[in-house]
C-alpha cells in the first residue's frame, strides 16, 4: 500500500484501499484498452479483467504499451506477463458477455459501435457502471455512464449508424491520443469507485487545436435502453457465415441503410477503384474482395477466418 502514497493526500488511505479492492474489466487491449490497463495498474485496482481477441502487430507499437519483442502474441498473454491481469481471449458478444459479471466497473476499449451497444445493454441491464472512449485522429471523446442516474450510450447512439463511420484504420489517428483518452477514462473510474458524484456528460478534446470541452448528454425519455430496457444488442448477434464458396458473410443485428454515394467517396479518398451498382459497392482491400450492401451486409472473399472478416467490417463501416 506504501507503494501508493502519492494518492494519499488526494483521496485518503481508505480510498486506496477501495481501489485494491475493485475489480474493472477492460473490453479490447488495443491502443486504448492497453494504456488503460496500464494506468489501472498504477492506480492500484485490485484485479484487471481484460477481453480481447487479437494478436499484437507491428502497427500497433506506436500508439501501445507493447513493444517488438511482444508481436504476434496474443494480446491478453502479454497483459498477463507485464500486469498480472486476468486475461478472457474471447470476442465480447452476446453468448460471452457473463465475463463481465465478475468487474465492479467496465471500460471500453473497443474499436466499434456494435460492441458498445452490446456493453451498454449488459450495464444497464445489470445496473453496472462503463466509460465510453472513442478516439480518431487528433481526438478523443470519454462519457461516464452510470444507470439510472446519467445517460446511457444507447440515448447518445440510439441506432447502429446508417452510414460508415470513421475508424482509425482509414482516418488514421495519432500515437499520443489514445494514452490521453485513457487517462481521462480511469480518472473517471477512479471516481466512479470511490462513490464520487460524475455528470451526464461528454468529455471532448482535440490534441490538434488543443480544444477541451464538456457536453451534456441528457437522457432520452424514450431511450430503448435504459428506459423501456429493450436489450436487442444482447439478443441479437452478428451473425456470421461461411458460404459455400469460402466466402465470408457477416451481417450486422439490425439494418444499417448505408449510403453506397459516400462510401463512394471515402473509397475515392483511399484511391481504391470499385464497382458501385444501385444495391452494393464492390473493392478490392489488398489481397481481399469486398462486397458492401446498403443494408449493411458484407460479404468478403480471400479473408483467412471471421476474426479477419470482422476486422473488414471495423474497418469499412465502422461496426
Given at each position: 500500500?506504501?507503494v501508493?502514497?502519492?494518492?494519499f493526500?488526494?483521496?485518503?488511505?481508505?480510498?486506496?484501499?477501495k481501489?485494491?479492492?475493485?475489480?474493472?474489466a477492460?473490453?479490447?487491449?488495443?491502443a486504448?484498452?492497453?494504456?488503460?490497463?496500464?494506468?489501472?495498474?498504477?492506480?492500484?485496482?485490485?484485479e484487471i479483467i481484460?477481453?480481447?481477441?487479437?494478436?499484437?502487430d507491428?502497427n500497433?507499437?506506436?500508439?501501445?504499451?507493447?513493444?517488438e519483442?511482444?508481436?504476434?502474441?496474443?494480446?491478453?498473454?502479454?497483459?498477463?506477463?507485464?500486469?498480472?491481469?486476468?486475461g478472457?481471449?474471447?470476442?465480447?458478444n452476446p453468448?460471452?458477455?457473463?465475463?463481465?459479471?465478475e468487474?465492479?466497473?467496465?471500460?471500453?476499449?473497443?474499436?466499434?459501435?456494435?460492441?458498445r451497444?452490446?456493453?451498454n445493454?449488459?450495464c444497464?441491464?445489470?445496473?453496472?457502471p462503463w466509460?465510453?472512449?472513442?478516439?480518431?485522429?487528433?481526438?478523443?471523446?470519454?462519457?461516464?455512464?452510470i444507470?439510472?442516474k446519467?445517460?446511457?450510450?444507447?440515448?447518445?447512439m440510439?441506432?447502429?449508424?446508417s452510414?460508415p463511420?470513421?475508424?482509425?484504420?482509414v482516418?488514421?489517428i495519432?500515437s499520443?491520443?489514445?494514452?490521453?483518452?485513457?487517462s481521462?477514462a480511469?480518472a473517471l473510474a477512479a471516481?466512479?469507485?470511490?462513490?464520487?458524484?460524475?455528470?451526464?456528460?461528454?468529455i471532448?478534446?482535440d490534441?490538434?487545436?488543443?480544444?477541451f470541452?464538456k457536453?451534456?448528454i441528457p437522457?432520452?425519455?424514450?431511450?430503448?435502453a435504459?428506459?423501456?430496457?429493450?436489450?436487442?444488442?444482447l439478443e441479437k448477434?452478428?451473425?456470421i457465415e461461411?458460404?459455400c464458396?469460402?466466402?465470408?458473410?457477416?451481417?450486422?443485428?439490425?439494418?444499417?441503410n448505408?449510403?453506397?454515394?459516400e462510401?463512394?467517396?471515402?473509397?475515392d479518398?483511399?484511391?481504391?477503384?470499385?464497382?458501385?451498382?444501385s444495391?452494393?459497392?464492390?473493392?478490392?482491400?489488398?489481397?481481399a474482395?469486398?462486397?458492401i450492401?446498403?443494408?449493411?451486409?458484407?460479404i468478403?472473399?480471400?479473408?483467412e477466418?471471421?476474426?479477419?472478416a470482422k476486422n473488414?467490417?471495423?474497418r469499412?463501416?465502422?461496426?
Amino acid at each position: 500500500m506504501e507503494v501508493f502514497s502519492r494518492h494519499f493526500p488526494i483521496i485518503g488511505l481508505e480510498g486506496q484501499r477501495k481501489l485494491s479492492k475493485a475489480k474493472v474489466a477492460v473490453v479490447g487491449a488495443g491502443a486504448l484498452g492497453s494504456w488503460e490497463v496500464y494506468f489501472l495498474k498504477k492506480l492500484g485496482v485490485g484485479e484487471i479483467i481484460v477481453i480481447d481477441r487479437d494478436f499484437v502487430d507491428y502497427n500497433d507499437l506506436p500508439r501501445t504499451i507493447y513493444e517488438e519483442g511482444d508481436v504476434d502474441k496474443p494480446k491478453v498473454d502479454v497483459l498477463k506477463e507485464k500486469f498480472g491481469v486476468k486475461g478472457y481471449f474471447e470476442d465480447l458478444n452476446p453468448s460471452t458477455v457473463h465475463l463481465l459479471d465478475e468487474a465492479d466497473l467496465i471500460i471500453d476499449g473497443t474499436d466499434n459501435i456494435y460492441t458498445r451497444q452490446v456493453i451498454n445493454d449488459y450495464c444497464v441491464k445489470n445496473n453496472k457502471p462503463w466509460i465510453y472512449v472513442g478516439v480518431l485522429s487528433t481526438y478523443g471523446n470519454v462519457m461516464p455512464i452510470i444507470p439510472g442516474k446519467t445517460a446511457c450510450f444507447r440515448c447518445f447512439m440510439p441506432k447502429l449508424p446508417s452510414r460508415p463511420m470513421p475508424t482509425c484504420a482509414v482516418a488514421g489517428i495519432m500515437s499520443y491520443v489514445p494514452s490521453l483518452a485513457a487517462s481521462i477514462a480511469v480518472a473517471l473510474a477512479a471516481k466512479i469507485l470511490l462513490g464520487e458524484e460524475v455528470k451526464s456528460e461528454m468529455i471532448f478534446f482535440d490534441t490538434k487545436t488543443f480544444d477541451f470541452e464538456k457536453i451534456d448528454i441528457p437522457r432520452r425519455d424514450d431511450c430503448d435502453a435504459c428506459v423501456r430496457y429493450n436489450f436487442v444488442f444482447l439478443e441479437k448477434q452478428m451473425k456470421i457465415e461461411r458460404m459455400c464458396d469460402g466466402s465470408i458473410q457477416i451481417t450486422p443485428p439490425e439494418k444499417m441503410n448505408i449510403s453506397l454515394d459516400e462510401l463512394a467517396k471515402r473509397l475515392d479518398s483511399l484511391g481504391k477503384e470499385y464497382i458501385k451498382t444501385s444495391q452494393f459497392i464492390q473493392f478490392e482491400d489488398d489481397y481481399a474482395e469486398i462486397l458492401i450492401f446498403k443494408s449493411g451486409r458484407m460479404i468478403v472473399r480471400g479473408a483467412e477466418d471471421e476474426k479477419e472478416a470482422k476486422n473488414f467490417f471495423a474497418r469499412y463501416l465502422g461496426g
